[in-house]
């Protein structure tokens, strides 16, 4: 038996399985992917990314893992020399136990065996392995906080791209970059990239479901938070696909979507919106976009109906998720809301506390969501009396919105401060669940 038998590329697995449940290339498919992308994948032309891999795996009712291992491989290869010679099936394997590596929580390790994928010589004839190494090492550069490496590895292979002839990695490129800039707070720059993952999308260069909404998803917190807020109400994710299933993406652009809807004071039908999302949401499957919605629901919960104790009852179902998930503190968007509604229970004092947690919290890293935590940490505090910590507030976050290039609400920012409402209440163009 040989080691190509022994050891079938992703590709192979996936026709296997294939096979076995009596599918065509067209009906494995489906509305999202083309039957000649199938092809390819099967024949061990292209590398499936992880969002297809998942589809393709629900199609197939096989594991992912399944798809990405045999039962007989247990041990990953070592890393080859730089400058050996491997055949396409061995350089394959090395990129999947790379990304299993990573995937099981050891991004040092898998950035040397993405290394030793990208320097060796027979890398420069399997140009799709070689690109989508580069994606995913600087994807890893950005979760170990080395951003400014991740940044430049992406407009590297940007530059090396061609949009032509591999639209679907190009769009997946441009929409890391845009997730990249955006939440390291550099939000107007991030738009102009989610704005061209978006027109392939739109123009039909890039075809699928997944691919559409990755770049609707995108596009949908740059325009939000540079302002742009009747294109985010005015998108329809599930148009010409009804059916599709409730995902994490589908359910960040609703967020955004029901932010909108408060900040024009339709307070009911965000509500509405909201408690739709979480009754679909697994919490399991986002932790963080779940507990923002369920923040969001208790925002509402007090400025439509003043109704603290159901406003209590879904902060702690959020304080509950996140200690489950994270050993980190709570995070500031939920201790902002958190000060807003011991506010509204009568505990002046304590809120206040709560409020100066949020004027303390130095993670200026997503500058913008600090910046509206900031907001309603300010609004808190002027309605306790510390109107000097409430100036400072709005001072910062208004600073932060515009490092970010959010001038719309830098404008928000200054106008609390100096308009003729000032800083006293609440309003309805708050930002607090963001």
């Not at 080395?146 to 061609?162: H, K, N």
Request: hydrophobic share 40%; glycine share 8%.
């Amino acid at each position: 038996m040989t080691a190509l038998t022994r050891r079938p590329g992703v590709g192979h697995r996936i026709r296997q399985a294939r096979l076995r449940t009596g599918l065509s290339q067209t009906e494995l498919a489906g509305a999202d992917i083309s039957p000649s992308y199938v092809s390819l994948v099967e024949h061990g032309k292209r590398i499936p990314s992880e969002d297809v891999l998942k589809v393709l795996s629900e199609r197939l009712g096989v594991p992912v893992q399944d798809l990405l291992e045999d039962a007989e491989e247990h041990e990953p290869p070592a890393p080859a020399a730089p400058g050996a010679d491997v055949r396409r099936v061995d350089l394959v394997s090395r990129f999947v136990q790379a990304r299993k590596q990573w995937e099981g929580g050891d991004p040092e390790a898998a950035l040397t065996h993405f290394a030793s994928v990208m320097e060796n010589d027979s890398a420069a004839q399997h140009q799709d392995v070689l690109l989508e190494s580069r994606l995913s090492v600087a994807e890893i550069l950005h979760e170990l906080g080395r951003t400014g490496e991740a940044l430049e590895a992406l407009q590297s292979l940007l530059d090396d791209l061609d949009a032509a002839e591999t639209p679907e990695l190009w769009q997946r490129v441009e929409i890391t970059t845009a997730d990249l800039l955006e939440r390291t707070g550099q939000v107007g720059e991030a738009l102009q990239h989610a704005h061209a993952a978006y027109l392939a999308a739109q123009t039909g260069r890039v075809q699928g479901r997944v691919s559409r909404l990755r770049a609707q998803e995108a596009m949908v917190r740059c325009c939000y938070w540079t302002g742009n807020l009747g294109w985010v109400e005015g998108l329809d994710p599930t148009a010409g696909d009804p059916e599709q299933a409730y995902s994490p993406l589908l359910g960040s652009v609703r967020l955004y979507q029901a932010l909108v809807l408060r900040e024009n004071g339709r307070h009911e039908e965000a509500i509405d919106m909201v408690a739709s999302s979480v009754a679909q949401l697994k919490p399991i499957d986002d932790p963080e976009l779940w507990g923002r919605f369920t923040v969001l629901h208790a925002d509402l919960t007090l400025l439509s109906r003043g109704d603290a104790v159901a406003a209590r009852e879904s902060l702690e179902r959020a304080r509950q998720m996140m200690s489950f998930v994270s050993v980190t503190e709570v995070p500031y968007w939920l201790t902002a809301e958190d000060a807003a509604c011991t506010l509204a229970e009568g505990r002046p004092e304590a809120a206040a506390e709560l409020a100066g947690r949020v004027m303390r919290d130095r993670n200026d890293l997503r500058a913008h969501s600090l910046g509206a935590s900031l907001l309603l940490a300010a609004r808190v505090l002027a309605d306790t009396g510390h109107t000097e910590r409430a100036r400072a507030c709005c001072i910062r976050a208004a600073g932060l919105f515009q490092k970010a290039q959010a001038y719309r609400y830098a404008a928000v920012a200054w106008e609390m401060l100096n308009g003729p409402q000032g800083l006293g209440g609440r309003t309805a163009n708050g930002l607090d669940a963001s």
